[in-house]
């Protein structure tokens, strides 16, 4: 166990339609990141967020948002979605120290949009 | 930009025997971190090992080291004693100390399957 907490474990929904994905990170870590795991296009970062600022942004959709909020956690926000959106989609905390810097994981929220 | 190559996609190998997986990078920074991560079927990711570029010594975690070539541009994982539970997918990422942020650039992963 990691200690990073991803809700839902499974999300299936239709085309067109909102979701939303909640990411608690480990006790004290103060940046989170979001990845999504797709079939196509491996493992590919979408954004960070450090103590409630975004920090850097990766191939992440315009119809894709996020946010931290002031307890730390996290939310990512994708809208309008299509077929090609269906992934897994991972969060992921640091505590963001100068030299090793590990990411740990959450166990990720399958999306399926049909 | 980062570039991270695994040219393994998959491979067989026995149990208690070593298995090495390959990585290959591409960065022109100088101060970057390696890392590896097991992502088993029921497809969480777990960290294995980190090496610094400016680690001297290659990284050791239990059964799990790192054959780290710098000058080479190669990070391969060696994995000693493979168990049954070593089945499952890896991936090399690489992160760049002086980029803004800390985003992980991830290979494709190679799959391995321990044979009883």
């Known amino acids: 166990d990691s200690g990073v907490t991803q809700t839902p474990k499974h999300l299936i929904t239709a085309t067109g339609q909102r979701v939303t994905l909640r990411c608690s990170p480990r006790s004290g870590d103060l940046s989170v990141y979001w990845y999504q795991q797709s079939l196509d296009q491996g493992l590919q970062f979408l954004i960070q967020?450090?103590?409630?600022?975004?920090?850097a942004k990766g191939n992440i959709l315009e119809r894709f948002s996020a946010q931290q909020f002031p307890d730390l956690h996290s939310e990512l926000n994708l809208s309008s979605l299509e077929l090609g959106d269906s992934a897994l989609y991972f969060c992921?905390?640091?505590?963001?120290?100068?030299?090793?810097?590990?990411?740990?994981f959450g166990p990720g929220t399958r999306l399926t949009v049909l | 930009a980062q570039k991270i190559t695994q040219t393994q996609p998959g491979m067989f190998v026995q149990e208690k025997e070593a298995v090495t997986l390959d990585c290959t990078y591409d960065?022109?920074?100088?101060?970057?971190?390696l890392f590896w991560y097991k992502q088993p079927s029921s497809g969480e990711m777990i960290f294995l090992i980190y090496?610094?570029?400016?680690?001297?010594q290659n990284a050791t975690e239990g059964r799990y080291s790192l054959n780290f070539q710098k000058a080479r541009k190669s990070a391969n994982l060696v994995i000693s004693a493979s168990q049954l539970g070593d089945s499952a997918m890896y991936f090399c990422?690489?992160?760049?100390?002086?980029?803004?942020?800390?985003?992980?650039?991830f290979g494709g992963g190679t799959r391995v399957l321990v044979k009883p």
């Open positions: 090496q610094g570029s400016y680690d001297e």
């Open positions: 990422a690489m992160r760049v100390m002086k980029a803004a942020g800390n985003k992980l650039t």
């Open positions: 960065t022109s920074d100088q101060s970057y971190g």
């Open positions: 967020y450090y103590n409630g600022e975004e920090r």
């Open positions: 992921a905390s640091s505590s963001q120290r100068r030299t090793r810097d590990t990411q740990y």
